[in-house]
């Protein structure tokens, strides 16, 4: 079976599809990958057989940083049916076509709504993968008359399927919005486990690799906030911000383009972030407990979740100062509550079904379309 897998955004589109997409290498089928350039670098080395990468501005490295701006959630929702359902799609929709002749199967995330008219212009079974852990920001409502714009574009007679033909959500139910469940023939999948938890004390932070360009003084704050703590101290700052910039840090403070988080969470007491989906799932699979600044697309109502479940602490990017933020960490670092909490839903997360059970569905699928 040969599989065409994309996604619409950055990184954080295509790590979550990866233990299905790793499932089906292993079981002998052959992948190929379109995205964006700087998300691709997230691909590991050798699963895929081919990589067509569409170049974008992450990929070039700066010192700047744009203002912190207040964030809108209907904005933000909206942004969905104006930018994910309009240019990006069309965008998506013509690098897939391209790799078409080749697929029998197209793998997405939730927001590549190109890809998945493409393929249901080429009668292509497609399966798509949830990427938003808080279901709160694709909503039905808000994106119908878009997606349907979008498929007349397309040249379909008839709107195609949001979800898919197979919907994954590598999330544990609990971390979803109970105001958006996920549809009843949902295929759950358990993501990668990753390292045990074994706290050592130390705080990891970062915001990503979207929003840590446009956040302000925020860094300059957390690394003034951490700089007075007693304990190891890791900073990403991405791939495209140069570390140079924010000048030297004591020595237990390190300040780094890229950093393994699969290997320094589980180590981690504390994980300070963004609030995106990926940092959310990856801090409970490794035991962490959270402090989250949310700022754009499903942040904030990722946010939301990390306050209801009781998993750690939500602060205003705009306002926390480094002595709220410091506060913060040390009381976290010695709250056994929350850390309980965290590894609770951690073992909701190892309790999903393999991957190897999404893998046997997307075969059918294949076949049946045959």
Known sequence: MRVLCSFVGGAGHLVPQLPLLQGLAEAGHDLSLVGRA??????????????????????????????????????????????????????SADAVEKELPWADVIVCDELDFGAMGAGARAGLPVVVVSVIASGALVRDERISGALERLGVALGLAQQFPHRGNLFVVPFAPR?????????????????????????????????????????????????RALAGLNAPTVVAVGRDLDPARFGRQPP??????????????????????HGGSGLFMRSVLGGASQIVFPMGADRPFTADRVDSLGIGRVLDPLSATPDLIRDAVAALRDDGTTRNNVLALRSDVLGLPDSTIVVRRVETLADNAR
């Open 38 to 91: 700087s998300g691709v670098t997230s691909a590991p080395a050798g699963l895929f057989q081919r990589i067509s990468a569409r170049q974008d501005d992450r990929t070039r490295v700066t010192s700047e940083i744009a203002p912190l701006l207040p964030v809108n959630r209907e904005a933000e929702v909206d942004v969905v049916a104006e930018y994910f359902a309009g240019d990006a799609a069309r965008q």
């Open 175 to 223: 971390m979803r919005d109970p105001k958006f469940p996920a549809p009843s023939d949902v295929a759950w999948m358990r993501p990668a486990e990753g390292k045990d938890p074994a706290p050592n004390g130390s705080v990891v932070a970062t915001l990503g690799t979207e929003f840590n360009t446009e956040s302000g003084d925020l860094f300059d704050r957390v690394l």
């Open 252 to 273: 237990h403070e390190r300040v780094e383009r890229y950093i393994d988080l699969e290997s320094l969470i589980p180590q981690a007491s504390v994980v300070l972030h």
